[in-house]
Nanobody, 120 residues
Framework: QVQLVESGGGLVQPGGSLRLSCAAS???????????WGWYRQAPGKQRELVAT???????NYADSVKGRFTISSDSAENTVYLQMNSLEPEDTAVYYC???????????WGQGTQVTVSS
């Protein structure tokens, strides 16, 4: 079984930056052809929402709310996905979850989540 472990969350002031990391416990190269890395978040009282995704080819998609501020990237050699978050706003406060799945969700792995709090 693949285990995903997130890190990098914490408390930051509005306008600040954080970089989240998510590392897999074993190689995911066997899934690389159809693998999609993603970041999701869930704020209090809201449903979990998609933040960003990236494929092996580097094609990335972002929620409208984070375009121009967040950047998703992956390192296949390290089995790790990152989320660089700049110009953070209080509305970005949430638990952030990393995800690794196939297009059809024949596999669908989730991390335990890391708290990001943006506050003065």
């Amino acid at each position: 079984q693949v285990q995903l472990v997130e890190s990098g969350g914490g408390l930051v002031q509005p306008g600040g930056s954080l970089r989240l990391s998510c590392a897999a416990s074993r190689s995911l190269f066997r899934y690389s052809t159809y693998m999609i890395w993603g970041w999701y978040r869930q704020a209090p009282g809201k449903q979990r929402e998609l933040v960003a995704t990236v494929t092996l080819s580097g094609s990335a998609n972002y929620a409208d709310s984070v375009k121009g501020r967040f950047t998703i990237s992956s390192d296949s050699a390290e089995n790790t996905v990152y989320l660089q978050m700049n110009s953070l706003e209080p509305e970005d406060t949430a638990v952030y979850y990393c995800n690794c799945r196939s297009l059809t969700r024949s596999y669908d792995y989730w991390g335990q989540g890391t708290q990001v709090t943006v506050s003065s």
